[in-house]
C-alpha cells in the first residue's frame, strides 16, 4: 500500500514539472510572438521644412595683405600688433632712415650748386650776347666804311674775325647753359629719388583692417618681400566650405546661408553664398563654395573651421517627419502608424528633404500616429503586430535643427 502512494506521489510530482515547463513554453511564446510591443508614438504634424546643402571649410578673408617694405632696412619701431584694428593710410612700420636723410641732404646740396651753375652759364651767356651784338655793330659799321672807300680792307678782316669769334662764345655759352640745366634736373630726379626711398622707411596700411598675425620685432633687419605683418579686411570675411559635387546642381550665388563656429556650435551666423568654385577635387569629390559672413563672433580668428547650411529651398504648411521615422522595405519609403493596437505598415511619398525631417507629400495625414520601437535595440515592428504606447517615451513634435 505504501509503495503504491510513493509511486502515485512521484508521477503527480513529474506531471507538475511538466505542467510548469509548458507554461514556461508557452508563456514564452505569447510573449515574444503575440505580446503588445512598447513603442514610441509621434503625432504627425505640419510645419516648415528647410532643404540645405552643408559643406565644412574655414574662414578665410577675400582681401589681405603681407605688410613688408619696399626697401632693405632696419626695423626702429612697430607700431601695431595682433589684433588691433588699423585705418587706411596709418603707419605701421618705421625703418631706420638716418643714412637715407644724409644722402638726401648730399644730392639737395647738389640741387643748389647745378643751379647755381645755371646761374653763371646764363651770366656767360648774356656776356656773350653784348660781345656778339657789339661786334655786329663794329662789323655793320666797317662795312658801310668800305662801301664810302673810309676804311681799308685789314679792318674789314678784322670786324669779320671778331663778329665770328663773338658768335662762336655765343654758341658755347649756349651750350654750356643747357648742359648746366641737364646737370639741376639730374640733381633733382636723384633727390627725388632718394626723397621716396626715405618715403620708403615708413610702411602705411593699405587700406583699413585687421592685424591678424605679427612676425618682426623692432630691431630685426628686413628686405622687400619679407612679411612684417598680416592685415585683412573685415569687410569681406567668407567661409570657404568643401561641398560635395553632387549638390553642385542645387547651389546659386546669392542663397542664404547658416554658419556655425565650432567655438559656438548652438549659435547661427548669417551669411549667403558669394561664389561657387569651378574645380572638383579629383580625390575628395568636393568642391569649394565662398560663403560671406554677415556677422562674426565676438572673438574670431582667420583660419578657424565653421560649417555652413545652405538654403536651396523652402516650403511652409506641410506634413513632415524626422527622417529616422522614415523606413525602407522593398525599395519603398513608409513607416508605421497604430491603429487599433496594432502596427500598420503605410506607403508614403516623399518630398522635400532636409538633414533631419523630411516632406510627406502623400501617404500621411497630420495627426496620425506614428510608432516606433521604445527599445532602440529592437529589429523593428512588423506589419500585424500588437503594440503597446510608451507614453513616458513619446516623442516630441519634429523640429528641424542644424
Known sequence: MAKGRSKLRRRLWRGGQFVVVVCAIGGTVYWTQFAPVPVAVQTAQR?????EVMGTGTLESHISATISPKISGLITAVLVDQGDRVESGQVLVQLDDRDLNRQLEAFESSVGAARAAVDRQEAERSRALAVLDQARFDFDRVKNLIEESSAAAVESQEATKALRVAEAEVARADAAL???HKQVIAAEKTSEFYRAKLADTVVLAPFTGLIVRRDRDQGNVVVPGSSVLLLVSTGELWISAWVDETEMGRLRAGQPAR???RSEPQQAYAGEVAR???EVDRETREFLVDVRVRELPENW?????GEVYIETSRKADVVCLPSRLVTWRDGKAGTFIERAGRATWRPLKLGLRAREIVEIAAGLDAGERIITPADARSSGLKPGQRV?????MASAPAEQRP
Open 178 to 180: 643747357a648742359e648746366a
Open 301 to 305: 580668428a582667420v583660419g578657424q573651421r
Open 47 to 51: 510645419g516648415e521644412i528647410v532643404a
Open 276 to 278: 561657387l568654385g569651378r
Open 259 to 261: 554658419v556655425f563656429f
Open 388 to 392: 503597446s504606447p510608451a507614453p513616458d
